[in-house]
C-alpha cells in the first residue's frame, strides 16, 4: 500500500490531483475557524457543553457533526454542507414523483447539469431560511438557560448571519465541486469526510483522560479495556466494509441477434444489486426524526413535552427501538424510490437480455423485486445495528459520546464509503498508468 501511495506522486496528473484535493480541503478547515460577526463565543461553547452533557442527543449534534464542529463555535461554515444535502436529497425523491423531473434525468449529461442547478437554487433557499431561523434562535436568552449569546441584537445582526452562513454554504459547495473537477474523489463527500475526522483529535484527548496513568483519580478505563474498543473499532470497520462492498449479483444473458453480416450479443453479464443501497441516507433520516422532538423541548418549557423528548434522548430503550425500526423503514423506502425492477426488466428485454430461468418482462421484474426485499432486509438489519452501536458502547464502557460515535453510526459510514471511493479512484489511475494497486491480487471496490 505505501508502495502505491508513493507510486501515486510520480504520475504528475495523478500528483496535481491529491494536492488540489488536500489544498481545497486545507481551506475549507480554516474557513471552519473564522467565527460569525456579532457572536459572544464563550457563552456559546458554554452552551453547546450543556448540550454535550445530554449525549448530542438533539438535531445541532448532527450539523455540529456534518460541519467539522464549526456550527459548535458558529463560524462561516457553521451550516455546513447540510443544506446541499437536504436539497440533493429532496431532489432526488421528487425525481421519482415528478415526470417531469424523471424525464430530465434521463436526457444524459444535460439533464444531470440541469438537476445540478435545481440542487444549487435548493441550496440556496435552505441555506437562507435556516441561517434566519438560527438568527432568531440565538437571540432569545432565555432558550440558553439566560446566556446572552449576540451583543447586538436586531435585525441587522440577523441579515448579516443569513449573509454570512449562505455564503460560507455556497463556498463549501463550491469547494465540493472544483475538487470533484480538478482533484480525486467526490468532492462534498470528501468534505463531509474531512470535517469528521477533524473531530478525532478531541476524541482522542477525551479518551487519553479516561486512560491517562498521569491522573489516577480520572482514570476510568483500564490497558485491557482500550485493547478491547480496539479490537472492537477493527471489528466495525471490516464489517462496514464488508457490507458497503456487498453484491447480489443476478446473471444475466444476451441471446445473439444477426444484423447484416455481423453477430451481435450472446455475452453473459451480470447485474449487482447493493445489500445497502441506501447507504447513510437512511440513518440521516431517522436521525432528522427522532431527534426533532429533542430540539423542540429545548425551545419549549412544557413538562409533559420534555419528558415525552427526555424518552426519545440517547441511551433509552424506546429511543433504540424507534430508531432502529425508522432505519428499517427508510432503508425499504429509499431502496423503493432509487431501484425501479420495470425499468430494469423493460431495458433488459429491449436489448434481448434475460435472467436465466426466468421469463423477460413482468416475471423479471417481480424476480428483481423478490430478490432485492430480501438482500435489503440484511442491509437494513446491519445499518440499524450499526447505528444503535455507538450508545451500546457509551452505556457499556461509560465513555463520552464523541469517542462512542467512531464505533458506529453516521460517521464511520460515511468515512468507510468515501475512503473506499477515493482509493478506488487513486488506483484506477495507478493502473492506467501501468502501476500496481493498493492491493497485490484484485481490485478496490467502491460503493457504486
Known sequence: MLRALANSFKIPDLKRKILVTLGL???????????TPGIDSQALAEFFNRISRTQGGTLFGIMNMFSGGAMEKLTIFALGIMPYISSSIILQLLTAVIPALEKLAKEGKAGHEKINQYTRIGTVILAVIQSYFIALWLESPARFGGLSIVLFPGWKFRLLTVFTLTAGT????????????????NGISLVITAGIISRIPTAANQLWELVSPFKPQSRLLSPFTLLVMAVLLAGVIFAVTTITQAQRKIPVQYARRVVGRKIYGGQSTYIPLKVDQSGVIAIIFAQSIILFPATIAAFIPNPAFQRLAGNLMRGHLLYTVIYALLIIFFCYFYTAIVFNPIDISENMKKYGGFVPGVRPGAPTADFLDFIMTRITLAGALFIALIAIFPDMIMAWLKIPYLVASFFGGTGILIVVGVMLDTIRQIESNLIMHNYEGFMKSGRIRGRR
Open 170 to 185: 455556497i463556498f463549501i459547495m463550491w469547494l465540493g465541486e472544483q475538487i470533484q473537477e480538478r482533484g480525486i474523489g
Open 25 to 35: 480541503l486545507v481551506v475549507y478547515r480554516l474557513g471552519c475557524f473564522i467565527p
